[in-house]
């Protein structure tokens, strides 16, 4: 089953990859729950976008940064998604052959929510959903990662898979705990140095997302 998901998973990552690093009509959404599809790209700039189920986003490309948008209220929107503000953060983040939507935190700037841009349709996005959230916490680490499959997740084991993501890099940890943890791993190598230690954009994305839902429990 895993190796499915995981062949499954990279083929949609590929087709993503051929898209250009601009959100345009068309393109397609999916945060875990509902598929959103770009209805138009008005004066350029502004991006409607409406779900399965009947949902709008409204982003408004901020002039002169590259991937950088603000949250806008939409005509049937009542309050902002996402526990999000109006106005607030959006980054569109491109990363080898993924692109995603990053909803950042108001209060403290760290990615709350993500919405991962796709060629699927909506049911071959939720058997993804589905296969991901059978996958363990810590396996999952190097996915593309969303709000709801970590809300499935307990407050121990969402510590364990962002230290994870820290731990395939080497990182050295000063909490007993995930010493003893990772060091029963053969793979785990800690370096002499943290500070030489690089996480690429998704792994960066990955960290924060867990560290939100970890504030939620």
């Known amino acids: ?13 590929a087709l993503c990859g051929m898209q250009a690093q601009t959100i345009k009509k068309g393109d397609k959404f999916f945060d875990g729950i509902s ?3 770009v209805q138009e790209v008005r004066m ?4 409607y976008m409406t779900s399965n189920d009947g949902d709008e986003l409204t982003l408004e490309k901020v002039d002169g940064k590259v991937g950088e ?17 109006w106005g607030g953060r959006v980054q ?33 996005c939720v058997m993804m959903q589905q296969m991901m959230q059978q996958e363990e916490p810590e396996n999952a680490a190097t996915l593309v990662l969303n709000r ?7 407050k121990e084991d969402l510590r364990l898979m962002r230290n994870r ?12 705990d995930l010493q003893e943890h990772f060091g029963q791993y053969l793979w785990y190598k800690p370096v002499n140095d943290n500070s030489t230690i690089k996480l690429d954009i998704i792994e960066q994305v990955n960290i924060e997302l867990i560290k ?6």
Request: some cysteine.
């Open 1 to 13: 089953m895993r190796t499915i998901l995981f062949s499954i998973l990279m083929w949609a990552c």
């Open 69 to 85: 948008y603000t949250l806008q209220p939409s005509r049937q929107a009542d309050e902002p998604p996402f526990g999000s503000k």
């Open 92 to 124: 569109y983040i491109h990363h080898e052959e993924r692109n995603l939507l990053a909803f950042r935190n108001p209060s403290n700037g760290e990615v709350m929510w993500t919405m991962d841009l796709t060629r699927q349709s909506y049911d071959d």
């Open 212 to 217: 939100s839902a970890e504030a939620e429990k």
């Open 148 to 154: 709801p499959y970590l809300a499935s997740i307990s």
């Open 165 to 176: 993501i820290l731990a395939n890099h080497g990182y050295r940890f000063t909490s007993k």
């Open 35 to 37: 598929l959103y599809t």
């Open 44 to 47: 350029g700039k502004i991006v």
